[in-house]
């Protein structure tokens, strides 16, 4: 049972959190609203999550909560983080993290954050077009340093969530098609100087509450993968995506 759901109840009619509830029971009254978060939580959600993880390098993704304090527990604890932007790069170098524990996902990135990215020698950038391959090649060169990618990859699953947080199936804008595949490796053979291919992603949306479109899109991108590993001796990322929130 998790401590989140001990921690919230009603008395008189108020929303009550913590459990010797004092400062709480003061802080809800204010008459505007107001985030409490209790760190104890995100560590005993982080700590669930590793101890049914072992060999697995966990990022917490900034957009669900990018409260410093968050990240900092977060950092302390391990985890690497999922940056979308560069405003949320300069957060998590703020919060401590390195560059070597960002993930930079994202559709849309600009210009300016990827050379930043590439600048930063991130770990790893998640490509979400073959433009962006491009964009990336071409700045890599002309920064002169070897950027970190991986393909976000769109494997055509629908999950049981809401629409708007659903990001697996082909008709929305996240992760290439496969059928992509053959004009991106073209590019790496010719860019294997300034790249680093390490593997490919999924991330089909959040709060999936059960674990078949999952299991089924894992299953699908384990072959693409392995035929990958064939040809490309670099490949050592599978990055699985979140939304997770069968493991509750
Ligand atoms: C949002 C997001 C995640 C994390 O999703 P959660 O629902 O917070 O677990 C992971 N990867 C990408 C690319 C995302 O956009």
New binding site residues.
Partial sequence: MSKAKLYLQYENQHLVLGPQKNPFVRLLKLPWPTYVYDLDIVRERFEMMKSQLSGVQI???M??NPHLQILKELKKMGSGV?V?SGGEIERALEAGFVPQDM?F??VGKTIKELTQAIKLEIHQI?VESIAELRRICTLSRQLGKKASIVF?LNPNVDIETHPY?A?GLHNNK?GMAFSDLPELEEIILKNQDILSFKGV?L?L????HNLAGFREAVQILREVFVNLQKRFASIDTF?V?????FLR
């Fill in positions: 990022y917490y993704a957009k669900a999922d979308v993930i996902s994202g998640n976000r947080i990001t996240f992603s991330h949306g959040s709060q999936m990055d995506g979140g939304g997770w929130e």
